[in-house]
C-alpha cells in the first residue's frame, strides 16, 4: 500500500437511515448524504492544501454503486476538482448481505432468529443467505489495497472501511465488524497512522 490513503465513506441513504442492510443494492444518497459529501470535499480541499499536496497527484478511485459515485463527484465539485476525473473498482463493491438486503435486523430477527443469533456470535465469519462474510470481503480488499500503486483518495462503503482498517492497523477480526464509520468525516491514513477529519 502506498503511504498516503484518503478513505471516504458515501453519504448517507434513505436505507442508513432507516437500518436497512444496504449491501451492493444500489440505493442513492439522500439530503443529508449529498451534504455531507459537499463537507468532505470542502475540508480535503482545505486539508490537502495546509500540507501542500496536489489533488492531481493522487488516484481517485470509487466503489460503483450510485452511492459512492455520487459521493465522489461531489466531493470533487467542492474540492474544485473536474467531478468526472476517477475511475471505479468493481472490488470497492460493499460487502453483499445477499438475501437480507433491504431488511432490517430487528425484520430479520422476526423472520429467523437463530440465522440473526448466529451472526451476531460470530460476524467476522457468518455469512447470510447469497451473500459473504466480513472474512471474505477482507480477502477481496486486501488484493484491491496490495494493487495500489500510488497515494490515492477512495469513495467507497462502510464494510470497506471497517477490514480495510482491520488490515492497516492490525484491528482484531472480531472487532472488526463493529467499527464505527462517520459518513460526515474522512478518514487519512498516512504511514500507518490514521486520523479523522
Known sequence: MPPFLIFIRHGETAWNAEGRLQG???????????????????VLKSYLASIGRDAETFDWVAS???????????VREHARLDPARYVCDDRLK????GAWEGST?????ARDRPSVMARKADKWRFVPPEGESYEMLSARI???RDSLERDTVVVAHGGISRVLRGLVFGTPSRLVPVLHVPQDR???????IGAWL
Open 105 to 109: 435486523m430487528k425484520e430479520l430477527k
Open 24 to 42: 451492493q443494492r444500489d440505493i442513492p444518497l439522500n439530503d443529508l448524504g449529498r451534504d455531507q459529501a459537499r463537507r468532505n470535499g470542502r
Open 94 to 97: 460493499e460487502i453483499t448481505f
Open 64 to 74: 460503483p454503486l450510485s452511492r459512492a459515485r455520487d459521493t465522489m463527484e461531489l
Open 142 to 144: 486486501e488484493i484491491w
Open 186 to 192: 474522512f478518514l487519512v491514513i498516512r504511514n500507518g
